[in-house]
């Protein structure tokens, strides 16, 4: 299986951006997308699961209410809204899926060896 990530940029304080992650080589449907974070010098983060259908969705604390996860299983990508951006979210945003499948995020959904597939990161820098 391939993640590819983007929409990543350079966007000033209060602005808004999408990130894009399409995945490729296996199904997308079933399988449970998660998006983490990471800044030089910092363990990675998760940000955001989404499931599939009804499941649930889960976002750290920092992000809740400001950005929104959201996938397309026609089009194998799943999507993060952010909006209201500032320089603490400035990192490298990774996208990624477990390796069996699951169609529901787990309450502890942020641990990282829970996800065998990842992308390989696209940079988002806030200005402040």
């Known amino acids: 299986v391939q993640l590819q990530a983007s929409g990543g940029g350079l966007v000033q304080a209060g602005g808004s951006l999408r990130l894009s992650c399409a995945v490729s080589?296996?199904?997308?449907?079933?399988?449970?997308m998660g998006w983490f974070r990471q800044v030089p010098g910092k363990e990675r983060e998760g940000v955001s699961c989404i499931s599939m259908s009804d499941g649930p969705t889960y976002y750290q604390d920092s992000v809740q209410g400001r950005f929104t996860v959201s996938r397309d299983d026609a089009k194998n990508t799943v999507y993060l809204q952010m909006n209201n951006l500032s320089p603490d979210d400035t990192a490298v945003y990774y996208c990624?899926?477990?390796?069996?499948?699951?169609?529901?995020?787990?309450?502890?959904?942020?641990?990282?060896?829970?996800?065998?597939?990842w992308g390989q990161g696209t940079q988002v820098t806030v200005s402040s």
């Open positions: 990624a899926t477990r390796a069996n499948k699951s169609s529901r995020c787990k309450t502890k959904w942020a641990a990282e060896y829970d996800y065998g597939s």
């Open positions: 080589g296996r199904s997308f449907s079933g399988y449970i």
